[in-house]
């Protein structure tokens, strides 16, 4: 089975950052302490209490303000997870596929695992550790909603026509469609590792713009493969 995936429409992304309310109040998630530190984007960046994040940029040309930049960053879900690839080294009930969604999930286990390997392994810069436990943490697709034929909270809340969620292949056809309409104004328009994620993101810029890890520079499919062997060998590693 092909699986779960979203599909994100940044052209339609206003920041109204309800996606980032709804993760929190599913997830019973508590508030960060924030402060101001220049831009409208809070907190500054994803954290173990913090999935999901409306990241914001400013597009200048010329000294002038010519567009925003609205993200809402999340875990991509990979087909070929780097991060479970890296984790079962240590702990293979740590990071679990689920077979029927594709849904990648942290468990508790992954206290057992090297955060800093694992936050390494992934091409997003996507999960996030709690200090004091070392358990690890990342979007969950919502998967207690979506076994029971409910959308994600991110998905349900969002007003603009953002974000959609379906069967995979469906997500795939919907943003390819929406990317020849979308490319007429935005010759630029591109999607975001369309064949690697089940977390499509349309960006009508180039990804770079958005965010420094919107994309992957090397596809996940490959990411890391090479690194993990080497580790699998490190004088240092667990028995």
Same mark, same amino acid.
Request: proline share 6%.
């Given at each position: 089975?092909?699986?779960?995936?979203?599909? +994100?429409?940044?052209?339609?992304?206003?920041?109204?950052?309800?996606?980032?309310?709804?993760? *929190?109040?599913?997830?019973?998630?508590?508030?960060? $302490?924030?402060?101001?530190?220049?831009?409208?984007?809070?907190?500054?960046?994803?954290?173990?209490?913090?999935?999901?994040?409306?990241?914001? $940029? !400013?597009?200048?040309?010329?000294?002038?303000?010519?567009?925003?930049?609205?993200?809402? =960053?999340?875990?991509?879900?990979? &087909?070929?997870p #780097?991060?479970?690839?890296?984790?079962?080294m240590?702990?293979?009930?740590a +990071?679990?596929? $689920?077979? $029927?969604?594709?849904?990648?999930?942290f468990?508790?286990?992954?206290?057992?695992?090297?955060?800093?390997?694992?936050? =390494?392994?992934?091409?997003y810069? &996507? #999960?996030?550790?709690n !200090?004091?436990?070392?358990?690890?943490s990342?979007?969950?697709?919502?998967?207690?909603?979506? &076994?029971?034929?409910?959308?994600?909270?991110?998905?349900l809340?969002?007003?603009?026509?953002?974000?959609?969620?379906g069967?995979?292949?469906?997500? *795939?056809?919907?943003?390819?469609?929406?990317?020849?309409?979308? *490319?007429?104004?935005?010759?630029?328009?591109?999607?975001?590792? #369309?064949?690697?994620?089940?977390?499509?993101?349309?960006?009508?810029?180039?990804?770079?713009? @958005?965010?420094?890890?919107?994309?992957?520079?090397?596809?996940?499919?490959? @990411?890391?493969?090479?690194?993990?062997?080497?580790?699998?060998?490190? #004088?240092?590693?667990?028995?």
């Open positions: 089975m092909d699986g779960k995936g979203f599909f +994100i429409d940044l052209t339609k992304c206003h920041a109204c950052r309800g996606c980032q309310v709804a993760c *929190k109040q599913w997830h019973k998630l508590p508030a960060e $302490e924030t402060h101001n530190w220049g831009s409208f984007q809070n907190p500054q960046d994803l954290s173990f209490i913090t999935y999901k994040l409306v990241r914001m $940029e !400013e597009s200048v040309e010329n000294g002038k303000v010519k567009d925003w930049l609205f993200f809402p =960053d999340q875990c991509r879900h990979c &087909i070929q #780097p991060c479970k690839m890296v984790g079962d240590d702990d293979e009930r +990071i679990l596929q $689920e077979f $029927e969604t594709g849904t990648v999930m468990t508790a286990r992954t206290k057992n695992l090297f955060a800093d390997e694992i936050r =390494d392994s992934c091409p810069d &996507i #999960p996030r550790v !200090e004091l436990t070392n358990v690890l990342k979007c969950d697709m919502c998967f207690d909603r979506v &076994i029971n034929g409910k959308l994600p909270a991110c998905v809340s969002c007003p603009t026509g953002t974000m959609h969620f069967d995979l292949d469906d997500m *795939k056809a919907m943003a390819q469609e929406r990317l020849a309409e979308v *490319k007429k104004i935005y010759p630029n328009a591109v999607l975001g590792d #369309p064949n690697a994620v089940r977390v499509i993101y349309l960006f009508q810029d180039r990804p770079s713009k @958005y965010h420094g890890r919107a994309v992957a520079s090397v596809g996940p499919r490959l @990411y890391n493969r090479q690194q993990a062997f080497a580790k699998l060998f490190r #004088p240092n590693r667990k028995a």
